[in-house]
C-alpha cells in the first residue's frame, strides 16, 4: 500500500500563486513516477501535470507555462508550483503516484486531495 499526503491548498485571487506538496509512504519504492490530478465540482477527474522518476514532465494544455511540476525522489515528495492562477483551476488536486501496469506509467494511487480555491 502507499499513503500520499498533499498539503498547500487554499484560496487565492485570481493571478496569485500557490504551491502543493505531496509526500509519500509505504510501498511506494517501486514508482515510475509522481503526478497531479484535480477534480473540479461537476466535473470528472482530469491530469495536471505528470513527472517521471527520469524528470520527464507532461501538463495539461490548460496548464502550460503557468504551473510547474517538481520532486524530490529522495524524499518521496513531488510538488506543483501554480501561478497566474485562474477561477477554472479551481478544484480538488490529488496527488498520484504511478507504476507500471504492464503497458503503461499510471496513476494507481491517490492522496485525499487539497482544495485549491481562486476567486474572480
Known amino acids: 500500500q502507499v499513503q500520499l499526503v498533499e498539503s498547500g491548498g487554499g484560496s487565492v485571487q485570481a493571478g496569485g500563486s500557490l504551491k502543493l506538496s505531496c509526500i509519500g509512504s509505504?510501498?511506494?519504492?517501486?514508482?515510475?513516477?509522481m503526478g497531479w490530478y484535480r477534480q473540479a465540482p461537476g466535473k470528472e477527474r482530469e491530469m495536471v501535470s505528470e513527472i517521471s522518476n527520469v524528470g520527464e514532465r507532461d501538463y495539461a494544455e490548460a496548464v502550460k507555462g503557468r504551473f510547474t511540476i517538481s520532486q524530490a525522489i529522495d524524499k518521496n515528495m513531488v510538488f506543483l508550483e501554480m501561478r497566474n492562477l485562474k477561477t477554472e483551476d479551481t478544484g480538488v488536486y490529488f496527488c498520484t503516484a504511478r507504476f507500471w501496469n504492464g503497458l503503461f506509467c499510471a496513476p494507481q494511487y491517490y492522496g485525499q486531495g487539497t482544495q485549491v480555491t481562486v476567486s474572480s
Open positions: 509505504g510501498d511506494i519504492f517501486p514508482r515510475c513516477g
